[in-house]
């Protein structure tokens, strides 16, 4: 089942249109749990069939013009109060990008803009074109000319398409500090092509956010002799964003798409009011910075030594890089392991080579640099050769992209700061501020960060209860000690699910069945033949008389008993601890406590519950009298959960033994009162996956 949130995402909605929607009969959700609606998988994939096949009338509005022709507008790359995002809209919605020849109808858009761009007046009307009176020689732009032909590009093609076809027109206003050109291009842009690139365009907000970071009021004073580069500028909108005083000579940047820098060098020249077609030529260009400008004996601009004291910007994410690609930058990157290239991580790295000591680096990236296995190789090269000063938590920011992103912003260290600084205590000497929303806090307390993972996002008092949990004397792991099963993977669970029951099949769970201690049962039933799945672990897994079953996708840790030998599908995994001494619904109870939940986000900060995550949680040793004490609360929530109809005098005794269960948990972590009470303090929903 989908939420609202999640089924805006699928039909790049707001959540607020989405709500509307259902006020006006547009969306009809199936169901609510608790205040929040739901969706099937099956109405939200009909929905967007419905809308891409042109059946659904009613959602064809401008911002769900990508189920139509691929088209969208990126309304938050630039400023949410932008004079142009009417004029930006409209003639976006009006495109279609399988028209003939899209790349030149592209370019005479373009152009179209950066001309009103340039002239800064209103002289020009919807259909008073300004493209075609500059091609027909009735429009001088004096030293802008030379610019605006480089976007053009071949001027006899771009005549006869002009000459054959409509040319949709609309009035932009200059503004200053935003990039509307940008705004154009990567709206105008195929979908498809921004994915093979890499290209998640930067939300004017997460752009302001990080200048924010590296321009304080003494670098700005100190930024009038530094040297400052994108590596990968796109159409600029970083380097437009600058802040005012910061000399053009000091501004480079450089990306391999050609339009990107048309654009770039025409919004740098109308942002220093400097139409200098040679200067920038030379200051924005057309090179691969990863293969052109970390080489050790290389340089990325003629005439320029590899130094530069600020480098900015949201390099690629995943780009597709050939084979070929791929086995070069292994053999400059320690990053890139054969087919392992990440583009990020290499730009990251290839950023650090060209700094110089002391300098800043500061790029928009995803989360999972800091946590994830396969950019270890980056991490282990922060260690060694940098410090943190601003790291900063952004969650989900980019248009339809379901992945957390930070801002982070480092300081290579010299060679002596190199030889003094302990791999262990990196960033610590720089007391980094460290963001999440309105929150903030500097870190003070010497932290042992390892290349494992990179763990910022607790506070100094949090982690002091991190540390004293992990260091807890006598704590079990269930490493080495459980089995771990992966849920069944039918590879066609409409043919083989079924919503009723009959002699031949039997229940099957699924994550949502599940609840903290107990699940419900569904009907969703199973004709069970091992051999016919695509996945299945040893049928003995399933069949355990005692098992403990989680969610495999999930906000919340949530474990729930099964000795009902009860099958599973792949969102609801199976561990059957084998601790010595320590039994199932014990362990069952600490899986489930907030001080172990707390461990588990602060660490992890993971929507997936992995293997190796539960594996690392510290469980508290107990002789049989505390364990078989904290069973017997086990046992009785779990029997109150399942009463089906609950008065309310059940529901608070619910909660009462649940917080005593809890209180019982936390004491074996030997938390204080203090500490106890922060972690409560981070579980603001502590009713969530417990059956009321």
């Not at 409409?494 to 031949?504: F, I, M, T």
């Amino acid at each position: 089942m989908y939420t609202l949130t999640e089924l805006c995402r699928e039909l790049s909605i707001s959540p607020a249109t989405g709500r509307n929607w259902i006020k006006l009969g547009k969306l009809k959700p199936e169901g609510k749990k608790g205040s929040a609606y739901r969706f099937s998988d099956a109405y939200v994939e009909g929905l967007k069939a419905e809308l891409s096949n042109g059946i659904r009338s009613s959602l064809k509005s401008r911002r769900n013009k990508s189920f139509i022709s691929g088209n969208a507008l990126y309304n938050s790359y630039v400023s949410e109060n932008s004079k142009n995002i009417p004029s930006a809209g409209e003639l976006i919605a009006s495109l279609d990008e399988k028209a003939e020849d899209y790349n030149t109808l592209l370019r005479i858009l373009l152009s179209d803009c950066a001309i009103r761009m340039i002239k800064r007046d209103s002289l020009f009307s919807n259909d008073n074109s300004p493209i075609k009176e500059y091609l027909k020689g009735m429009l001088s732009l004096d030293d802008y000319a030379r610019f605006v032909d480089d976007l053009l590009g071949d001027r006899k093609e771009v005549m006869a398409y002009i000459e054959n076809h409509d040319i949709p027109s609309k009035a932009f206003v200059y503004e200053p500090g935003e990039d509307i050109l940008g705004l154009l291009y990567i709206s105008m842009k195929r979908l498809g092509s921004r994915k093979n690139t890499g290209s998640y365009y930067t939300p004017n907000k997460v752009i302001k956010r990080l200048l924010g970071h590296l321009f304080d009021i003494k670098t700005l004073t100190d930024g009038q002799s530094k040297r400052i580069l994108d590596p990968c500028c796109g159409t600029g909108n970083f380097l437009l964003q600058l802040p005012p005083g910061l000399p053009a000579e000091n501004i480079y940047g450089c990306d391999i798409d050609d339009i990107s820098i048309f654009l770039s060098r025409i919004n740098l020249a109308l942002k220093y009011d400097k139409p200098d077609y040679d200067f920038w030529n030379s200051h924005i260009i057309k090179k691969n910075f990863l293969l052109t400008g970390a080489e050790n004996n290389g340089s990325l601009f003629d005439n320029l030594d590899l130094s530069f004291d600020i480098v900015l910007g949201n390099p690629p994410w995943g780009y597709n890089f050939s084979q070929e690609e791929k086995t070069v930058l292994s053999q400059r990157y320690d990053s890139a392991s054969g087919n392992n290239a990440e583009s990020y991580d290499l730009f990251t790295e290839a950023a650090i080579r060209i700094l110089s000591p002391g300098g800043t680096l500061s790029f928009v990236l995803p989360e999972a640099i800091l946590n994830v296995k396969s950019h270890l190789p980056i991490r282990r090269i922060l260690l060694k050769k940098t410090a943190l000063s601003h790291l900063e938590y952004l969650g989900d920011v980019f248009d339809n992209v379901q992945c957390p992103s930070i801002i982070l912003q480092i300081s290579k260290l010299s060679e002596k700061e190199r030889e003094e600084s302990a791999a262990s205590t990196m960033f610590l000497s720089k007391r980094p501020a460290i963001y999440e929303g309105e929150e903030s806090y500097t870190i003070y307390t010497r932290r042992d960060i390892r290349e494992e993972v990179f763990d910022f996002f607790v506070p100094d008092n949090e982690y002091a209860i991190l540390e004293s949990m992990g260091e807890l004397p006598g704590a079990r792991f269930l490493k080495d000690n459980a089995i771990f099963a992966l849920g069944i993977v039918t590879g066609q669970n409409k043919d083989v699910l079924k919503s009723r029951k009959s002699p031949k099949n039997e229940i099957i769970l699924k994550g949502s069945d599940l609840y903290k201690y107990v699940y419900i049962k569904p009907k969703c039933y199973i004709s069970f033949d091992s051999k016919s799945y695509q996945q299945c672990a040893p049928t003995e897994y399933y069949r355990a008389p005692e098992k403990i079953l989680y969610r495999f996708i999930a906000n919340r840790l949530v474990f729930s008993y099964d000795n009902e030998q009860t099958l599973s599908l792949n969102s609801c995994n199976i561990v059957i601890p084998k601790l010595e001494g320590l039994k199932i619904k014990y362990v069952l109870a600490i899986l489930n406590c907030r001080a172990t939940e707390f461990f588990f986000r602060k660490k992890y900060r993971s929507v997936k519950i992995l293997r190796s995550h539960i594996e690392s949680l510290p469980i508290p040793n107990a002789d049989e009298r505390t364990q078989d004490e904290i069973i017997s609360l086990v046992d009785k929530i779990s029997d109150l959960c399942l009463i089906t109809k609950k008065s309310e005098e059940i529901k608070e005794e619910i909660r009462t033994t649940y917080e005593n269960l809890d209180k019982r948990c936390a004491a074996l972590y030997g938390l204080a009162s203090d500490d106890y009470q922060i972690i409560k303090n981070c579980f603001t929903d502590e009713g969530s996956f417990i059956i009321m």
